[in-house]
């Protein structure tokens, strides 16, 4: 059996690293220990093709330091659970994360399984290498070509794929540190076998673009080192796949430091949980059970905020049971939606050609505040969750304490592990900002909660990280109370209340926030095209009552007309959640009508490609899949 014959995506060289007589190299079943690599000597090594071309070799340890970039188990899931999302636009209707075990030695592994459009055996060769993708639109969260190769290293030793495309092909690959270990390779081989669909018998036969020879040496390393003993074990998994969509199968999982399995299938059979909690749950504080502490720990509560918006009809099924989708935005009390523009090099802005580079942030309180200690930023990329609660006032007081804000920022370029942000200046800018929009915030609502009123002209403290220039200009005012006064001065005491921004950052506030008094008409602005109220249109009245305040000369109102405003403000709330939820169940019937109508196409294009493949057959010419 010649190494030659298995498939090599590292590089073109023809001539393998060792002889299979070396005596195999045992590696750690611990992650952070698995590095350690030895190969054997090499003799005659030709470092170039026949045309003395060279070529950049990839090492097998590579897989391990490159897995690396996940600390947290649960980011390498993220990036399988993305490939399947991407899948949507292919006809996707679910991804289903369970425990299996491997029938050699029944021990556990993870399996992830999608109804996608599945790969062809050139994509599945695209997959298992790196750097190389088709996600190049602005709706996949996907683009680096790296993360299936990060992620399955990150969570096993091992891993096999099994993907049908279309009824027309199916392949399986294996990609396994610990075949390429034992046989102590010094590049990566990944053992690969196609089969195509027999249209006469409807059953797959092997597809041997490369000879007999190759196609029996890929299939016999394949059950040697994967837990399927024979070809028709092997080929049983498609079973399940129906006809399209992918499977993965990660065996040989990681365990931690303690010698316990990293994932925890035990602890609760409806979720998998990191395995590394060191004192019981009923001994924790309260905030500890909420979701900005439990997504580190459970697979559940992290896959239900993990995507900011899913379709209705699109499933994320964990252990057998439904993820239900957790919208932070949602559910927030004393809710406000504030637009930010980013200011940064024009040149940079320009390469995001595909976003807006306007945000829009949702801000309140959390429902359990002030009785949770947590505060931060929810912020997406591409739908996708980057940074899960960060948290933008860093500091001991009470300060912040309860505001959270959910964000999606396209213009930003997120880290390779999709777990943190590039941190440009526009980053910063951005992280500056936010600091004072969660204090603003603080300082103008922190009664509703129980909280003290701040003193006259307070001087927020912020994180001691921040700028001093950074600071929103003319935002340390008391916040204005609300009266009975006319449309003018209601409207002009909002403004107010939520403060001046700057007029390089944000010059615009969503009236939904509900901070209007209750004789302004809220669906009449939304009626007239006002959605915003700027700073400039602010009217004299509203401008002067403003000033009168600070010299002395404004009283406060009753608790009672207090009260009555809240209540009008909590319908108005009301009714803007109303119809922002028609026109979200709008906007999910059309999108299911786009992929009825993307699924029929799919369906008139199979048909047509297995009348051409039977015309083919029928002329005796061979048809080429590659």
């Not at 040989?252 to 949980?273: A, H, K, V």
């Not at 300060?399 to 777990?419: C, D, S, W, Y």
Request: glycine content about 6%; hydrophobic content about 35%; overall charge neutral.
């Amino acid at each position: 059996m010649r190494n030659s014959d298995y498939v090599d995506l590292s590089s073109d060289d023809e001539e393998t690293g060792v002889s299979n007589s070396v005596s195999p190299a045992l590696i750690s079943r611990q992650f952070w220990k698995a590095g350690h690599y030895k190969v054997a000597h090499r003799q005659g090594h030709r470092a170039g093709t026949e045309n003395q071309q060279n070529h950049m070799r990839i090492h097998p340890m590579f897989l391990h330091s490159n897995a690396t970039s996940h600390k947290w188990a649960f980011g390498g899931i993220a990036e399988l659970l993305d490939n399947a999302v991407d899948e949507i636009q292919n006809g996707a209707t679910f991804v289903s994360i369970d425990r299996s075990y491997t029938p050699s030695d029944g021990k556990p592994a993870l399996l992830i399984h999608d109804d996608g459009g599945g790969m062809d055996p050139g994509a599945i060769r695209r997959c298992m290498s790196f750097g190389f993708t088709d996600k190049k639109s602005k709706f996949t969260v996907g683009q680096y070509g790296n993360g299936f190769k990060t992620s399955s290293m990150r969570l096993g030793a091992d891993a096999l794929v099994f993907s049908r495309h279309r009824s027309l092909t199916q392949s399986v690959g294996l990609l396994s540190y610990t075949f390429l270990t034992q046989m102590r390779y010094d590049q990566i081989l990944v053992p690969m076998v196609d089969y195509v669909l027999n249209s006469s018998s409807r059953t797959y036969q092997p597809l041997m673009p490369h000879g007999k020879q190759q196609f029996s040496s890929n299939l016999t390393m394949m059950l040697q080192w994967s837990p399927y003993s024979t070809e028709e074990e092997l080929l049983k998994q498609f079973d399940d796949i129906g006809p399209h969509g992918t499977k993965i199968v990660i065996y040989n999982l990681w365990l931690n430091d303690d010698g316990d399995m990293e994932l925890d299938f035990n602890s609760d059979p409806e979720d998998i949980r990191i395995n590394d909690e060191k004192t019981s749950q009923e001994s924790k504080p309260i905030f500890y059970h909420h979701v900005a502490n439990q997504f580190q720990f459970s697979l559940r509560v992290y896959a239900s905020i993990l995507y900011w918006r899913l379709p209705t009809y699109f499933k994320i099924i964990l252990r057998g049971r439904d993820v239900q989708h957790y919208n932070i935005a949602l559910d927030l009390k004393f809710h406000e939606i504030i637009k930010y523009r980013p200011q940064g090099n024009l040149k940079v802005r320009a390469s995001y050609k595909f976003f807006s580079s306007e945000l829009t942030a949702d801000i309140g309180f959390l429902k359990e505040a002030p009785h949770v200690n947590i505060n931060g930023f929810c912020i997406y990329h591409r739908n996708r969750l980057i940074l899960p609660f960060w948290r933008a006032l860093k500091n001991s007081s009470n300060i912040g304490r309860g505001v959270v804000g959910v964000l999606e920022a396209n213009f930003m370029q997120p880290t390779h592990n999709k777990q943190d942000f590039e941190r440009t200046p526009l980053f910063q800018k951005l992280e500056d900002r936010l600091r004072q929009m969660a204090s603003e915030y603080w300082r103008l609502h922190c009664e509703l909660i129980g909280y003290p009123k701040p003193s006259k002209n307070p001087r927020i403290e912020l994180d001691h990280q921040e700028s001093p220039s950074s600071r929103t200009r003319n935002c340390l005012y008391q916040p204005e109370p609300l009266n009975h006064g006319s449309q003018n001065e209601s409207s002009g005491a909002s403004m107010n209340a939520v403060g001046f921004l700057e007029d390089s950052e944000v010059t615009t506030l969503e009236v939904s926030s509900g901070l209007l008094g209750k004789s302004t008409d809220i669906h009449k602005i939304r009626n007239q095209g006002g959605l915003m109220l700027k700073r400039k249109n602010i009217d004299p009245p509203a401008s002067l009552h403003h000033a009168n305040r600070h010299m002395g000369s404004y009283t406060e109102q009753p608790d009672s007309a207090v009260d009555s405003e809240k209540m009008c403000l909590v319908q108005a709330n009301k009714n803007l959640r109303s119809l922002l939820s028609e026109k979200e169940k709008m906007v999910d019937d059309l999108n299911l009508k786009a992929q009825q109508l993307g699924m029929e196409r799919e369906s008139l294009m199979i048909e047509f490609t297995q009348m051409l493949l039977e015309a083919k057959l029928l002329e005796g010419n061979s048809v080429d899949f590659f």
